[in-house]
């Protein structure tokens, strides 16, 4: 594993502060990650363990979710909502998936499942919309548009949450982070160019995978060197939450109860949890070339 080089780094800080100066960079994968990682993902992580799933009553569901679908175009009463509990936190997930999405609940669970509980406590609701294949967190949420089947964009989507919370700062924002990143020469995909929240989570991605995979990232069979400052500052920030084993620690509020039928605009302020996550809003990532692991439910 290579260690962060505070040299560079230190010198970094003080050639470029700003993104126009540190992005965009070269990349690493030309054709997007799930070609190099999502197979060996999938053959060397094994979900948690499903203790409950519960379907809850049609005609309710986390405001949260009813604001997503109507930011979607689609009804309140078509999003199905059920409670899944994984052995490793005693506490419920509450997942949203509009009957239409192509991500089954079956795939829903299994993927978000394959993540440590430690990245997963940041997250307070899944939901699962048609799409065509794109994907955003927002205020703890991460919301599935369309065939998004990979762990790979599990774990990027889930880790801009990370990314938010984990440390009580935005990691990405960080001058360690920022700084890794002029120092190196290469960024891990075309997408990672995008900002510094996109190549932190894409980065996140490649340290998942340096974790789980026989031989770490050298198994990729390319050059990692290029980032290896940007890996190791993830690791810093993150790989605490990344590491897998344990029981969750701490969840958020859920988000308030709705009728399903409200239109949007034509309801009250709901009461707020005493634990509601800080508002937070990532940009919509529509990723390429994505090796599929389930089948498509519509």
Not at 58 to 64: D, F, S, V, Y
Not at 110 to 133: I, T
Not at 225 to 234: E, G, I, P, Y
Request: a negative charge; one cysteine or more.
């Amino acid at each position: 594993m290579f260690a962060l080089n505070l040299a560079s780094v230190t010198v970094a800080l003080g050639l470029a502060a700003s993104s126009v100066a540190q992005l965009p960079k070269p990349v690493l994968f030309s054709d997007g990650l799930s070609p190099h990682v999502d197979a060996t993902f999938m053959a060397n992580i094994q979900p948690q363990n499903i203790t409950s799933l519960v379907s809850r009553t049609w005609g309710t569901l986390p405001e949260a979710c009813l604001d997503y679908a109507h930011g979607a175009g689609l009804k309140g009463w078509d999003i199905e909502v059920y409670e899944v509990t994984y052995s490793d936190c005693d506490t419920p997930w509450v997942f949203c998936r509009h009957h239409e999405a192509q991500l089954s609940q079956f795939t829903m669970g299994q993927l978000f499942g394959r993540l440590p509980v430690h990245e997963r406590q940041w997250v307070r609701h899944v939901m699962a919309v048609p799409g065509g294949g794109s994907a955003y967190a927002v205020n703890a949420d991460v919301v599935f548009e369309g065939n998004t089947d990979a762990v790979s964009i599990f774990q990027h989507e889930v880790g801009h949450l990370v990314d938010a919370y984990n440390n009580g700062f935005s990691a990405n924002e960080s001058p360690a982070f920022r700084a890794a990143v002029a120092a190196d020469t290469c960024v891990p995909d075309d997408y990672s160019n995008s900002s510094f929240a996109e190549d932190y989570t894409q980065v996140s991605v490649l340290a998942l995978y340096d974790i789980v995979a026989p031989g770490g990232l050298n198994s990729t069979g390319a050059n990692w060197s290029c980032l290896a400052n940007q890996k190791a500052a993830v690791d810093t920030l993150q790989r605490n939450a990344m590491t897998f084993g344990g029981k969750c620690d701490r969840r958020w509020s859920d988000s308030p109860s709705v009728e399903a039928q409200l239109r949007r605009g034509r309801r009250t302020a709901m009461p707020r949890g005493e634990l509601d996550p800080p508002p937070y809003r990532s940009d919509r990532t529509f990723f390429k070339n994505i090796v599929h692991q389930f089948p498509a439910a519509n």
